[in-house]
């Protein structure tokens, strides 16, 4: 089980400065938070990597800094700029292969805004990872609690209708939303690609084994569908005070399993 870290733990802090701390805890995978369009390319591209190979670490992941406008870009009824919005996303799964990332992580609609409806999600998303294949990468949807889509029903019905997507769990995301996440679970099924690897103390997102959620159950689960990929911890800021209590906190969720 390889437990690594979102360079997002770290916001705003530049993302090569975040790999640095990332390394220096002894972390061997990491998800790259894409701060801003100029970091998907040229010199800042080949310094990221070469800052994850120094670090020995390998990159499982980027997600997009405009996950939070993925709502306008894709499902705001204007078939021009999902056009325009796939063509830019093309700068992730480059950037992605570069690395040597296998997903791009995918938050999609947003509540405050009409829902298009799960089929015409899946339509919109199936076009979005087309383009990622083209790269050698996927998209992963997240169950992001701001998503018209993180309900367990209808990750439930997008994979009904898109046999082969791929998920990124994330346990915060569910509480938030209200839902259980062993619910989300059993929706994604065998189709969990990538976890985000958090805690919920009853109110906001936790460090792992700093909350209330059993974390036990949810590995066995995963392990249940034969899951294979990274535990990424994905915590904000404000989850700690040292970068130090990511790694304690790693140990603390491997020690759950001795």
Partial sequence: ????????????????????????????????????????????????????????????????????????????????????????????????????????????????????????????FDRLETAAKSFGVNVAQENVSTSHIGSPENIARLRCLLPDIKFTFDIKQACRGGYDPFEMLDAMGKNVCHVHLNDWNGERCALPTHGICDLKKAKEMLDGVNYNGKYIIEVYRRDFTEPCELSTSRREFLSLFE
């Fill in 1 to 124: 089980m390889d437990i690594g870290v979102s360079s997002a733990c770290f916001f705003p802090y530049d993302t090569i400065e975040s790999l640095g701390i990332c390394a220096r805890e002894g972390f061997r995978s990491v998800e790259i938070f894409a701060n801003t369009h100029s970091e998907l390319k040229g010199q800042y591209l080949i310094d990221t990597k070469k800052a994850a190979t120094d670090g020995g670490m390998e990159i499982t992941s980027i997600h997009p800094f405009t996950s939070g406008y993925e709502y306008i870009l894709f499902f705001a009824g204007y078939d021009r700029r999902v056009d325009d919005a796939i063509d830019y996303y093309k700068n992730y799964f480059e950037a992605a292969a570069y690395l040597g990332a296998k997903y791009v992580i995918f938050h999609g609609d947003n509540k405050r805004a009409p829902f298009v409806g799960v089929e015409r999600y899946a339509e919109i």
